[in-house]
Each structure stands twice: as structure tokens, then as C-alpha cells.
């Protein structure tokens, strides 16, 4: 079979795919008619946009950023999103008796049929009828547009290509659960740099980044056509030439991972290595050697370890480090924020002790076939809250100290720290009692629902409702820190060592309030853990 053959059947199998799964499920239907609705209204506008720029100062800015700033999401987004074209996993075509070299050719013409080339190719034309005057710029438009469509699609597969075996398997489909905190630190990203551009004096301030981004693939292709109006052709052929360079590395990479998949054997068929027999086996870690006997230390270390190792919980707990920190960093960049947005760290940490027993998935009843008493509900509590402060203490010291670093008020670290130990201890205290009273399942089936069907009143009180509890519990310490700033009475450092004793006073009033009521609902908590 021919590379011309090849690529039709290829491209016809993709068409015939993308149209019975369409038909399969009315949902899938709509949402992805809605989606191209959305893209081509979205396409639209961005073509009228640029075409509006013709001829304005900066419309040469404008377009070779926006042209890097896409091929950039080109290369991520397979990164989050692998199962996003199904149809183009090259792991599915390893058994047929197709070589990898018109292979590659085929794949690249079915990766053109979709949403995202569509836009890319509205794209890549508003950019060029931005900047094209003259003949010789037309006759580079001409070039730049397929090119900078071909690169981005390139760029696509073969990281796609080069990383299929980690995006199918369980670790790469973690990252999947992380694109939410892609989204909210990209918004946090864009919001910061349109203040600074403001601030700046508007888009003449992104010059200096738009004189190396012109000369990075497949912007280079965009700017060629600006180069041509100008009238320097040499540079104009050049900035094309990376581009055509570019793509022919890009379809190179691709044609070797592909290769490496049809030959190399998987990692999962390969015998596990043997281990060392003499070689003893120890069951406990540094750690373990740490952590005090019996069953608070094992607690401990089963919580940290379903901390790593599960994907929905760890998306949790990175999505929540990560925005504890932008949050309190951002502000203090943008000049508008204060030392006490430092406490949004130990709020978003504390709130990942509620629905404990939820986040242990259908597996819970392994738990509580071992609690019996109030005291061993007690010791599995306290484990767990323990294994939470082992991370959240140190990270929101580490927070509260880049804080006042970066606003330069190290005089209110104490009381900062203060607060969100206070904080802190009264979210621990609310999660324990709300994962004993009102406890929900999250389904395993999904890396974006977080509460079974019919639960979602039992989350809204338990999250929401402990969120107020916490808020007034740790008022005192809140009212203390006021009074010393208004009074004169004593200096800020009081409010550390009374936030951090009151907060560990609550956790500890906490973890004994809810083991009684979890070691008498334990049946109730059981069968509400493992629904759905």
C-alpha cells in the first residue's frame, strides 16, 4: 500500500470513528456539536480581530505571541488530556505490518481532520492577513499558514508519541487530574501579566519578548510574513527555514517513538527484576522510625502513602499546595496583597480533612473491621490528623515566611504564623467531626466528580458548615491579634505562641469529640463511604 493509499484510509478511518461514537451516545452528540459551535464562534472573532490589526504598530506583537502561545498548548495539552483522540493512539496500530515512516505521513493528515487544527487554521490565518503587505509577503503568507499548522499538530503527536506509554498507564493518567490546577494557575498567570502589560505602558512592553519568540518554531513562520513586508526577504526565508526545520525534526522524533513502540518490548511484559534473596526485608522506614508504635504510627504512614500513591487524592493535595502558595505570591507580585493572604495555605490544606473516611474509596471496610472501641476510632483519627500536619505545618511556615519576604514585614511573621496554626487546628477539629456525622463517596470511576449521585446535600453541609464552625473557632485568636494592633499591649509575636497552643487544643478536642460518634456510626459510615 502506498503513502497516498495509506493516508486516505487512515483519515476515512478517523472520520468513521469520530462519527459512530457520535451516534452511539446522545450526550457525546451534543457536547461535541456545542464544542464546535463554541470553537467556531470563538474562531470567528479571533479572525476578525487580527484582521482588524492590519496595519496597526503592534499587530507584529500580537500575532508571533499568540502564534507561540498556542504551539506552546499544542505541546501540553496531550500531556493532560492523552485520551482526548483515541482514535490517534499509535499504541493500537503496533500489531499491523505498516512501516513507521508512512505511517507517520498518514497519522499527520488524520491529526488535521478535528476541533483544534480548525481553530489553529483560523488562527494562522488572521495572523497572516494582519501582517501581509505586498506581494512578497503574500507569496510568504502563503507558506506560513500550512506551516504552522503542520508544526503544531506535529508537536502534538510526537510528544504524544514519545510519552504514550506513561499517558495510558495509571501514573500518566494522574496528570489528567492535575489539569484543574493547570487551568486556575494559568488564570492566575494571565491576570498577573495583563496588569503588568497595563502597568507597563501596554504591548510596546512585550517588544523584547516578542524579538526571541519570532525567531522560536512555528512563531518564526508568522513573523516571516512581517519580515517579507518590511522588506528584509532574507530574514523573512530564514524565519521560514526554522520553521521547515522544525517540522522536519518534529516528524523525525515522531517516526523514532513510533518506531520504539513497534519494537521495544513494554515495561509491563518484562519479568519484574529479582530481588537480592539475602537481602532483608524491613518493615519499617526512616519514617516509621520516627512515628510512635502501634496503631497512630501505622495510620500515619497508610494516610502518607495513600497521599502518593492514589491519584485522586495526591491531585487534591498538589492542586492545594500549589494554590496555597500562587495565592499569597501573586498578590504580594501584583502589590495589592497582604501578609494574611498567607492564611489561605493553612485553609486550603485544613479542608482536605474533610470526608476522611470517603477518601478511603469502598476499601474503608478493611478499616473498620479493625475499629472496634472509641479508642481505636481515636487512634486511626488521630493518625490521620497527624499525617496531615507532618505536611501542612512545614509548608505553611514555608508560605507565611516567602510572604512576609517578598512584602518585607518579617515583624509579622509571628502573628501570621499564629493565625494560620489556629486556623489550621480548627479545620482539623471540624473535618474530624464532619467525616464522622456526615461522610459521602467519591467515585473512583472519574477524575472530575468528587461526590457520588444524591450526596451532594451531605458535602455542601459538611464542607460548608465546617468551614463557618472553623472560621468562629479560630476568632479568638483572630479578635487577640486586632486587639494587640489597636491597644499597644503586647507585641505580635504573642499570637504565635497562643495560636499555635489554641490550635493544637482544638485539633486534639476535635479528634476526641468525633471518635466516639465514628466508632458508634460505623456501620452508617460504611454503607455511605461505599455507594456509587
Same mark, same amino acid.
Not at 487546628?425 to 463517596?441: C, D, M, R
Given at each position: 500500500? /502506498?503513502?497516498?493509499?495509506?493516508?486516505?484510509?487512515?483519515?476515512?478511518?478517523?472520520? $468513521?470513528? #469520530?462519527?459512530?461514537?457520535?451516534?452511539? /451516545?446522545?450526550?457525546?452528540?451534543?457536547?461535541?456539536?456545542?464544542?464546535?459551535?463554541?470553537?467556531?464562534?470563538?474562531? $470567528?472573532?479571533?479572525?476578525?480581530?487580527?484582521?482588524?490589526?492590519?496595519?496597526?504598530?503592534?499587530?507584529?506583537?500580537?500575532?508571533?505571541? #499568540?502564534?507561540?502561545?498556542?504551539? #506552546?498548548?499544542?505541546?501540553?495539552?496531550?500531556?493532560?488530556?492523552?485520551?482526548?483522540?483515541?482514535?490517534?493512539?499509535?499504541? =493500537?496500530? *503496533?500489531?499491523?505490518?505498516? =512501516?513507521?515512516?508512512?505511517?507517520?505521513? &498518514?497519522?499527520?493528515?488524520?491529526?488535521?481532520?478535528?476541533?483544534?487544527?480548525?481553530?489553529?487554521?483560523?488562527?494562522?490565518?488572521?495572523?497572516?492577513?494582519?501582517?501581509?503587505?505586498?506581494?512578497?509577503?503574500?507569496? *510568504?503568507?502563503?507558506?506560513?499558514?500550512?506551516?504552522? #499548522?503542520?508544526?503544531?499538530?506535529?508537536?502534538?503527536?510526537?510528544?504524544?508519541?514519545?510519552?504514550?506509554?506513561?499517558?495510558?498507564?495509571?501514573?500518566?493518567?494522574?496528570?489528567?487530574?492535575?489539569?484543574?490546577?493547570?487551568?486556575?494557575?494559568?488564570?492566575?498567570?494571565?491576570?498577573?501579566?495583563?496588569?503588568?502589560?497595563?502597568?507597563?505602558?501596554?504591548?510596546?512592553?512585550?517588544?523584547?519578548?516578542?524579538?526571541?519568540?519570532?525567531?522560536?518554531?512555528?512563531?518564526?513562520?508568522?513573523?516571516? *510574513?512581517?519580515?517579507?513586508?518590511?522588506?528584509?526577504?532574507?530574514?523573512?526565508?530564514?524565519?521560514?527555514?526554522?520553521?521547515?526545520?522544525?517540522?522536519?525534526?518534529?516528524?523525525?522524533?515522531?517516526?523514532?517513538?513510533?518506531?520504539?513502540?513497534?519494537?521495544?518490548?513494554?515495561?509491563?511484559?518484562?519479568?519484574?527484576?529479582?530481588?537480592?534473596?539475602?537481602?532483608?526485608?524491613?518493615?519499617?522506614?526512616?519514617?516509621? =522510625?520516627?512515628?510512635?508504635?502501634?496503631?497512630?504510627?501505622?495510620? *500515619?504512614?497508610?494516610?502518607?502513602?495513600?497521599?502518593?500513591?492514589?491519584?485522586?487524592?495526591?491531585?487534591?493535595?498538589?492542586?492545594?499546595?500549589?494554590?496555597?502558595?500562587?495565592?499569597?505570591?501573586?498578590?504580594?507580585?501584583?502589590?495589592?496583597? /497582604?501578609?494574611?493572604?498567607?492564611?489561605? &495555605?493553612?485553609?486550603?490544606?485544613?479542608?482536605?480533612?474533610?470526608?476522611?473516611?470517603?477518601?478511603?474509596? /469502598?476499601?474503608?471496610?478493611?478499616?473498620?473491621?479493625?475499629?472496634?472501641?472509641?479508642?481505636?476510632?481515636?487512634?486511626?483519627? =488521630?493518625?490521620?490528623?497527624?499525617?496531615?500536619?507532618?505536611?501542612?505545618?512545614?509548608?505553611?511556615?514555608?508560605?507565611?515566611?516567602?510572604?512576609?519576604?517578598?512584602?518585607?514585614?518579617?515583624?509579622?511573621?509571628?502573628?501570621?504564623?499564629?493565625?494560620?496554626?489556629?486556623?489550621?487546628?480548627?479545620?482539623?477539629?471540624?473535618?474530624?467531626?464532619?467525616?464522622?456525622?456526615?461522610?459521602?463517596?467519591?467515585?473512583?470511576?472519574?477524575?472530575?466528580?468528587?461526590?457520588?449521585?444524591?450526596?451532594?446535600?451531605?458535602?455542601?453541609?459538611?464542607?460548608?458548615?465546617?468551614?463557618?464552625?472553623?472560621?468562629?473557632?479560630?476568632?479568638?485568636?483572630?479578635?487577640?491579634?486586632?486587639?494587640?494592633?489597636?491597644?499597644?499591649?503586647?507585641?505580635?509575636?504573642?499570637?504565635?505562641?497562643?495560636?499555635?497552643?489554641?490550635?493544637?487544643?482544638?485539633?486534639?478536642?476535635?479528634?476526641?469529640?468525633? &471518635?466516639?460518634?465514628?466508632?458508634?456510626?460505623?456501620?452508617?459510615?460504611?454503607?455511605?463511604?461505599?455507594?456509587?
Amino acid at each position: 500500500m /502506498s503513502t497516498a493509499e495509506l493516508t486516505r484510509v487512515v483519515v476515512r478511518l478517523k472520520v $468513521a470513528l #469520530l462519527r459512530n461514537g457520535l451516534r452511539q /451516545s446522545t450526550g457525546r452528540t451534543a457536547v461535541f456539536v456545542i464544542s464546535l459551535v463554541f470553537t467556531l464562534l470563538l474562531a $470567528a472573532g479571533q479572525l476578525l480581530g487580527l484582521i482588524l490589526l492590519r496595519g496597526e504598530e503592534q499587530a507584529s506583537t500580537v500575532v508571533v505571541l #499568540l502564534a507561540g502561545i498556542v504551539a #506552546l498548548g499544542w505541546a501540553i495539552l496531550p500531556l493532560f488530556f492523552p485520551s482526548g483522540d483515541e482514535t490517534l493512539d499509535p499504541s =493500537r496500530l *503496533v500489531m499491523l505490518p505498516l =512501516r513507521p515512516g508512512p505511517l507517520v505521513t &498518514a497519522l499527520l493528515g488524520a491529526s488535521l481532520v478535528g476541533i483544534g487544527p480548525l481553530f489553529t487554521l483560523c488562527l494562522a490565518l488572521g495572523a497572516v492577513l494582519a501582517l501581509a503587505q505586498g506581494a512578497a509577503a503574500t507569496v *510568504v503568507a502563503v507558506l506560513a499558514v500550512p506551516l504552522l #499548522l503542520l508544526v503544531c499538530v506535529a508537536l502534538a503527536r510526537a510528544v504524544a508519541a514519545a510519552n504514550i506509554r506513561l499517558l495510558t498507564s495509571r501514573k500518566g493518567r494522574d496528570l489528567a487530574v492535575l489539569s484543574g490546577l493547570l487551568v486556575a494557575v494559568g488564570i492566575q498567570v494571565v491576570n498577573f501579566g495583563a496588569q503588568r502589560i497595563n502597568q507597563a505602558g501596554g504591548l510596546a512592553s512585550l517588544e523584547p519578548v516578542e524579538a526571541v519568540v519570532r525567531w522560536v518554531p512555528p512563531a518564526s513562520a508568522i513573523a516571516a *510574513v512581517g519580515s517579507a513586508a518590511d522588506g528584509s526577504l532574507g530574514t523573512a526565508l530564514t524565519q521560514l527555514a526554522l520553521s521547515a526545520l522544525a517540522l522536519v525534526a518534529l516528524l523525525w522524533w515522531w517516526q523514532r517513538s513510533l518506531t520504539t513502540l513497534m519494537t521495544a518490548p513494554d515495561a509491563s511484559t518484562m519479568a519484574a527484576a529479582t530481588t537480592d534473596p539475602g537481602r532483608e526485608r524491613t518493615s519499617s522506614t526512616g519514617l516509621g =522510625r520516627l512515628l510512635p508504635d502501634g496503631r497512630t504510627g501505622a495510620v *500515619v504512614q497508610r494516610a502518607l502513602r495513600y497521599i502518593w500513591r492514589d491519584p485522586k487524592t495526591r491531585g487534591a493535595w498538589v492542586t492545594s499546595l500549589a494554590l496555597g502558595l500562587i495565592v499569597p505570591v501573586f498578590n504580594a507580585l501584583q502589590g495589592t496583597g /497582604s501578609v494574611y493572604f498567607a492564611c489561605f &495555605a493553612a485553609g486550603m490544606l485544613g479542608m482536605l480533612t474533610y470526608n476522611q473516611f470517603g477518601q478511603d474509596y /469502598s476499601g474503608f471496610w478493611m478499616v473498620a473491621m479493625t475499629i472496634s472501641t472509641t479508642r481505636d476510632a481515636y487512634e486511626e483519627l =488521630r493518625g490521620r490528623a497527624l499525617a496531615m500536619l507532618l505536611v501542612t505545618v512545614p509548608y505553611t511556615v514555608l508560605v507565611c515566611a516567602v510572604t512576609v519576604a517578598m512584602l518585607d514585614v518579617w515583624g509579622d511573621l509571628p502573628e501570621v504564623l499564629g493565625l494560620s496554626f489556629a486556623l489550621l487546628g480548627a479545620l482539623a477539629a471540624t473535618g474530624a467531626v464532619a467525616s464522622a456525622l456526615f461522610p459521602y463517596s467519591i467515585p473512583q470511576d472519574s477524575a472530575y466528580k468528587n461526590v457520588a449521585p444524591g450526596q451532594g446535600g451531605l458535602a455542601w453541609i459538611s464542607i460548608m458548615g465546617g468551614l463557618l464552625v472553623s472560621a468562629l473557632l479560630a476568632s479568638p485568636v483572630l479578635v487577640l491579634t486586632i486587639w494587640l494592633h489597636v491597644s499597644e499591649a503586647g507585641g505580635p509575636w504573642l499570637v504565635l505562641p497562643v495560636g499555635t497552643a489554641y490550635g493544637a487544643l482544638l485539633a486534639w478536642a476535635g479528634v476526641r469529640l468525633a &471518635a466516639p460518634r465514628t466508632a458508634r456510626r460505623l456501620p452508617e459510615i460504611l454503607t455511605a463511604v461505599s455507594k456509587g
